[in-house]
């Protein structure tokens, strides 16, 4: 890894959108996008402490067609912590509709790297409906104030997971990250616990 690429890789931990971070690093959106595409899909083959798995099922829609503009509550549950973990999303429209509910088996983790799982899994959900924009709920202030850069990611089983969620962020034309009270989040919270029961469910 070159010079620019450190210093992209550093931009996107304080806080940068990937393309602010590369336009200070010296590097093309073209080739700052390959690369952290490179480095999601290398984080995923490398980490050993989350088992990426299929969601559980099909998400459950209320609805069908695209929806351009989202709202995921996500939710990561460690029932040992570490132990057995799941991830939990409810994707909604802006007026509060239910558009996708979907939980998923990570193996055995942390809370924190779970929580990082629930937010790629609704990352992806709200992907595959086809979402530009997306406003991000979680209980989780640690990894929202990483997300947005005001807590930087020092510990190592995280940074894999951080850059896999920021590879997502960079596929929408908006992300908004807002830290809710925990009693807000009870629906995602009970799809993460879900998910984390059904180790021989997803295998």
């Known amino acids: 890894m070159g010079r620019s690429e450190e210093a992209f890789v550093q931009g996107l931990i304080?806080?940068?959108t990937w393309k602010d971070s590369a336009a200070e690093s010296g590097l093309s959106p073209e080739k700052a996008l390959a690369f952290l595409e490179s480095i999601a899909r290398?984080?995923?083959?490398?980490n050993a402490n989350i088992e990426f798995a299929s969601p559980s099922g099909s998400p459950q829609s209320a609805l069908a067609g695209d929806h351009?503009?989202?709202v995921v509550y996500t939710d990561g549950a460690s029932l040992g912590n570490p132990g057995p973990s799941g991830a939990?999303?409810?994707?909604?429209?802006?007026d509060g509709v239910n558009v996708a509910s979907v939980h998923e088996h990570l193996g055995h983790a942390t809370n924190?790297?779970?929580?990082?799982?629930?937010?790629r899994l609704g990352l992806e959900t709200a992907l595959a409906h086809g979402a530009r924009r997306v406003t991000l709920r979680m209980d989780s202030e640690l990894v929202a104030?990483?997300?947005v850069g005001r807590y930087k990611v020092k510990n190592?089983?995280?940074?894999?997971?951080?850059?896999?969620?920021?590879a997502l962020m960079a596929k929408f034309d908006d992300v908004k990250?807002?830290?809710?009270?925990?009693?807000?989040?009870g629906e995602a919270d009970k799809l993460a616990k879900m998910g984390a029961k059904d180790a021989g469910k997803n295998r």
């Not at 290398?42 to 490398?46: I, K, P, R, Y």
């Not at 999303?89 to 802006?94: I, K």
């Not at 990250?177 to 989040?185: C, D, G, V």
């Open 177 to 185: 990250i807002e830290a809710i009270p925990r009693e807000l989040n």
């Open 112 to 119: 924190n790297v779970a929580e990082y799982g629930a937010v």
């Open 68 to 70: 351009e503009e989202l």
């Open 156 to 166: 190592r089983n995280l940074i894999n997971a951080f850059f896999e969620v920021k």
């Open 88 to 94: 939990g999303a409810m994707v909604m429209t802006p």
């Open 145 to 147: 104030r990483q997300l």
């Open 42 to 46: 290398f984080a995923g083959s490398v």
């Open 14 to 16: 304080d806080g940068l």
